[in-house]
């Protein structure tokens, strides 16, 4: 059964509101969990690094402003959306990885579209 | 640095065909390589994992070779089926990044019948 529960599964937001994504890891305490964002017909492209207990690592060119991340726990990480815009439509992963030589396991994903 | 190139698609096969997709890697330190299944609608599944040189992931029918020589990892099957449609992506993860994925830009295959 799946080990990170990702919700909401889709949502439809108006352009300038916020919104919240929770990612649950449900039999692993994650100290540490991913951010991925997925525009169409691309790749995953690693958002954040989501730390438990501290703040949260971004790669270049993510605005930490923009995307809010929350890791208040050791089984929820939350990342916020704030003044959605259209551009910010797109398909948005997390995942968590049990240990070095395993493999992640992913939530089940959101699609968030800012109309 | 890491990275993973894969074979453009979209690629479209009819139901039996022979499946190639092709993954390449650079990397430093000694990665472990990953395919992962993207269905419609759903998030990512690992579909089939080797960590080191010369091991073989299989799983569904499909397999892929850890090749350290030419530094590869393409996913074959040698049948495939209208289910098997979905986007694969082909990953890496080295020891010494801890646990970030790096990803091929997936490859969508669509079986006909």
């Known amino acids: 059964g799946a080990v990170v529960s990702q919700h909401p599964s889709w949502v439809i937001c108006k352009s300038g509101t916020s919104v919240k994504i929770e990612c649950r890891s449900l039999?692993?305490?994650?100290?540490?969990m991913f951010w991925y964002r997925q525009f169409p017909k691309q790749s995953l492209m690693l958002m954040a690094t989501?730390?438990?207990?501290?703040?949260?690592?971004?790669e270049q060119g993510v605005e930490k402003d923009k995307f809010l991340i929350n890791h208040a726990s050791l089984t929820l990480s939350t990342l916020t959306v704030t003044s959605a815009h259209p551009e910010d439509s797109s398909f948005y992963i997390c995942?968590?990885?049990?240990?070095?030589?395993?493999?992640?396991?992913f939530g089940q994903g959101t699609r968030l579209t800012v109309v | 640095g890491n990275s993973v190139t894969q074979m453009e698609g979209p690629v479209t096969l009819s139901e039996e065909a022979f499946l190639t997709i092709n993954c390449t890697y650079t990397?430093?330190?000694?990665?472990?390589l990953f395919w992962y299944v993207q269905y419609p609608g759903e998030g990512l599944q690992l579909l089939l994992k080797?960590?080191?040189?010369?091991d073989k992931g299989s799983n569904k029918g499909f397999e892929a070779t850890y090749r350290k020589e030419t530094t590869s990892f393409h996913l074959e099957k040698g049948s495939v089926q209208v289910s098997d449609s979905a986007v694969y992506f082909c990953?890496?993860?080295?020891?010494?990044?801890?646990?970030?994925?790096?990803f091929g830009t997936g490859t969508s295959l669509t079986v006909i019948p």
């Open positions: 995942s968590e990885v049990k240990g070095a030589n395993t493999e992640a396991f």
């Open positions: 990953a890496l993860k080295t020891t010494n990044t801890g646990n970030q994925f790096y």
């Open positions: 989501s730390n438990e207990g501290s703040k949260a690592t971004y």
């Open positions: 039999d692993f305490q994650a100290t540490t």
């Open positions: 990397a430093t330190g000694y990665p472990s």
């Open positions: 080797a960590t080191k040189a010369d």
